[in-house]
């Protein structure tokens, strides 16, 4: 459904991103992580149309976002990280006019916002001033103007950046309830998002993609998936050596905590990719004459993977498509289309 090629945008010589290549399939969520100042919204921005890239090519539904771009903004529904919602018009009116802007015929209007409506929780607040509402309620009017001409691409920069857990957790769910009729690519920096709503996982890190996988996988390959921690009495070398030579294991690492009893100390044993060495990490500790005390699994995490391929760097400059941006402003129509 979308496929993004050897994207490239440069703004004078300061490279926003680079290279970046990545696809989506048909009714998936994927979720665009990274660091402020990434390359995030930059390209979200030239996925809808907003942006013009240097060099490399992004297709929606097979058009070229560069050669055919109204084509492709009539097949996708866009949320900037500030909703383009003008607050002196109610949230109905205010979906009559996006939907005509979008093109959606006269006839099939008053569907198209009676189910944006419903699927956004909004029909209480159809005739609500869209300014009094609470900002949980203006994302859901957000999310309801980019799936009013029921678009076969969602794109969402940051959908719940600045809300309340409770608010959080509802368009969480409204994300998830689009998943299969839509393709969703989900923006944001906020770990839990990525984990608890996508289906795979695209982090770009300075620019670059760095990786691309379902959260399942990327803690996997990335954190050496599963391991143990022991805490264990007796010859620190004698436990390291014994152990970093099972079948099965990766890496034997000695951790730093406090108020452990003289010659005890805590390890964290990490195994391979699809092994669970267990059995034969107790095995050996006993057999080597040494006292194990605890031993517990543990598991990697999102968190984990993202510090690890994000943290290596000195961190990114600010993404040049973000200075200078008004704010508390109404959109103009284009942006409101």
């Known amino acids: 459904m979308i496929t993004v090629e050897h994207l490239s945008k440069v703004y004078g010589s300061t490279p926003a991103i680079t290279d970046v ?10 979720g665009f992580l990274g660091p402020n100042g990434a390359g995030k919204t930059t390209t979200m921005r030239i996925l809808t149309g907003y942006l013009p890239a240097t060099s490399g090519t992004a297709t929606v539904a097979g058009f070229d976002v ?12 866009y949320l900037p990280e500030t909703p383009p919602l003008y607050p002196d018009m109610t949230v109905e009116g205010f979906l009559h006019f996006v939907a005509r802007l979008k093109g959606v015929a006269a006839g099939d209007r008053p569907q198209r916002v009676q189910s944006s409506l419903e699927r956004c929780n909004l029909v209480e607040r159809r005739d609500t001033l869209i300014r009094k509402l609470s900002k949980g309620f203006r994302q859901r009017v957000g999310i309801a103007q980019a799936i009013v001409h029921d678009p076969p691409v969602i794109v969402l920069d940051e959908p719940t950046v600045g809300l309340d857990p409770r608010q959080i957790i509802d368009v969480r769910n409204l994300i998830k309830s689009l998943a299969g009729d ?21 982090i770009i890190n300075r620019g670059r993609v760095v990786a691309t996988n379902t959260p399942d996988r990327l803690m996997e390959d990335l954190s ?3 391991g143990y921690e022991l805490e264990v009495e007796g010859e620190l070398l004698v436990a390291q050596e014994r152990l970093q030579y099972l079948a099965g294991v990766k890496s034997v690492t000695a951790l730093t905590v406090e108020g452990l009893p003289p010659h005890r100390y805590k390890l964290r044993v990490i195994s391979n990719p699809g092994t669970d060495p267990g059995r034969d990490i107790a095995a050996t500790v006993i057999g080597a004459g040494l006292g194990l005390y605890e031993m ?38 284009e942006e409101a289309a």
């Open 182 to 202: 839509h393709t969703i690519i989900l923006s944001t920096h906020i770990l839990p998002e990525v984990s608890m709503t996508c289906s795979r996982v695209a």
């Open 21 to 30: 290549t990545f696809s989506v399939e048909p009714g998936e969520i994927l």
């Open 66 to 77: 560069h050669e055919d771009s109204m084509a492709v903004r009539q097949r996708i529904g």
């Open 296 to 333: 517990r699994r543990v598991q990697a995490d999102l968190e984990q993977v993202f510090l690890e391929l994000t943290m290596a760097d000195a961190p990114a400059d600010p993404d040049p498509s973000l200075s200078n941006e008004p704010q508390n402003q109404s959109p103009s129509q």
């Open 224 to 226: 050496g998936g599963a």
